[in-house]
Nanobody, 118 residues
Framework: QVQLVESGGGLVQVGDSLTLSCAAS????????MGWFRQAPGKERDLVAH????????WYANSVKGRFTISGDNAKNTVYLQMNSLKPEDTAVYYC???????????WGQGTQVTVSS
């Protein structure tokens, strides 16, 4: 059974940095994508960034491009989201996700809260 466990959320100030981690277990992830989503109160869950394990191809939403970096450690089956220059609008619950055999994000972590205070 696939398990994704996020950590690293918290309360920070505007302009601060924070790194989220997602530890994955339960299968081999090498041919799949790992992603970070976020959901602010009253809003839809949006994809922030994703990475393909093999080749490390990455994608970012325009709202975080240049500020966030997604990376993976294959040996640890862990994906990271380095977040710099944080803004109040980055406040949300951040979820780690993994694609399944259909190529869609099917597996989800429990979420970790990130709050950026001004």
């Amino acid at each position: 059974q696939v398990q994704l466990v996020e950590s690293g959320g918290g309360l920070v100030q505007v302009g601060d940095s924070l790194t989220l981690s997602c530890a994955a277990s339960g299968r081999t992830f090498s041919n799949f994508f790992m992603g970070w989503f976020r959901q602010a109160p009253g809003k839809e869950r949006d994809l922030v960034a994703h990475i393909r394990w093999s080749g490390s191809t990455t994608w970012y939403a325009n709202s975080v491009k240049g500020r966030f970096t997604i990376s993976g450690d294959n040996a640890k089956n862990t994906v990271y989201l380095q977040m710099n220059s944080l803004k109040p609008e980055d406040t949300a619950v951040y979820y780690c996700a993994a694609t399944g055999a259909r190529g869609t994000f099917e597996y989800w972590g429990q979420g970790t809260q990130v709050t950026v205070s001004s």
